[in-house]
C-alpha cells in the first residue's frame, strides 16, 4: 500500500509522536489568553483547532480499529464546526487540552505502529468522500494534524 513519504507503518507512527512531542512543549507554554483567543466570531481560537484535532483523533481511533475488524469499513464522516461547539473546548483548561491532544495521539501511534501490513490495503469509505485504503486515512491522519500545528506556529511567531 501506498503510504506517500513514508517507507513504513513504523515510520507514520514514530513521525506522529515526534510531532506530537515537539509541539505539545511549544503549546504547553502559550498562555490561556493566547489559547482562547478568537480572531474572528467565526474562526476558531488555537484551543478550538487543538479540540478539533482531539476530535480528528477520536474519529481517526474509531476508524483505525474498525477497517481491522472488517474487510471494508463504511463509517460517517463528522461536522467538524458541530464537534468543536458541542466538546465546549472553550470551557477547559488550556494546560488539560494540550495533555488530552498529547495522550490521545501516543495511544494512536500505539494503534498505527500494531496495524499488520495487509490490513493497510483494507477499503475504507467515509461518506461522502471518495473510498481510500485505511494506508491513506493513517498518513492522512499525520498530515491533516501538521497542517494545523504549522498553522497554529504561524498564529503565535
Ligand atoms: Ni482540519
Redesign the pocket.
Known sequence: VNLGEYKSINEVATALENSVDAASQWLSQLNDETAKFKPTKDRWSIAEVIG?LID?AANNHQRFIRAQETDELVFPKYD?NSWVTKNAYANAKWPDLVELWRLYNLQLSRVIREIPENELATKCTISPYESCTLGFLVTDYVD?MNH?LSKIRERVD
Open positions: 478539533h480528528s467538524q491533516h494545523h
